[in-house]
């Protein structure tokens, strides 16, 4: 009687394991370069904010920001140089029917409590790591509409809440 042949397993020394491998990170890759939209308008969003503080005097100290609780999108110091200001950037692409006179839509509105005491909590963890704690410190929070064609219409609101850090 003939037994069938059993399909070997492969492992990282066959040919066939050594290309699943290569296909694996050449997938894992392309996912990390290929950004989904979302990202790409955040990236987007955070570089025009920065630009702007520059040219409002800022300076920039740490843009995407880790920590254990999360990321602060900027870390800058205020033109008096003296006040650290962390601020959350939230940004939108819009189209004509999209432009709207009510506030409730702004991006900038996104910024709820909940993300307001996150944002809080990273706020003292960086405070403490870095040494920033003798200085005065504000949360600020740029709203930008990005539509398609025209200008990006940047709002920066300067003190959006506050808290003792």
Avoid: C, W
């Avoid at 066939?16 to 990170?25: F, H």
């Avoid at 963890?125 to 003798?134: E, H, R």
């Amino acid at each position: 009687m003939r037994r069938t042949p059993v399909s070997r397993v492969p492992t990282s020394r066959t040919p066939i394991a050594r290309a699943t491998k290569l296909r694996v990170a050449l997938a894992n890759l392309i996912n990390k370069i290929t950004l989904p939209a979302a990202n790409l308008r955040g990236a987007t969003a955070e570089r025009l904010a920065a630009r702007h503080l520059r040219k409002a005097g800022y300076r920039i100290i740490a843009r995407n920001l880790r920590t254990p609780m999360g990321e602060i999108d900027i870390l800058a110091e205020a033109p008096d140089r003296q006040t650290v200001v962390f601020i959350e950037v939230k940004g939108r692409n819009t189209k004509d029917r999209d432009k709207d006179t009510n506030n409730e839509y702004r991006p900038e509105n996104r910024v709820g409590y909940h993300k307001q005491r996150r944002i809080i909590t990273m706020a003292s963890y960086i405070a403490l790591k870095y040494g920033y704690t003798d200085r005065p410190i504000r949360f600020d929070v740029i709203g930008i509409d990005m539509p398609r064609g025209t200008k990006p219409v940047i709002r920066h609101h300067l003190g959006a809440f506050e808290s003792k850090v």
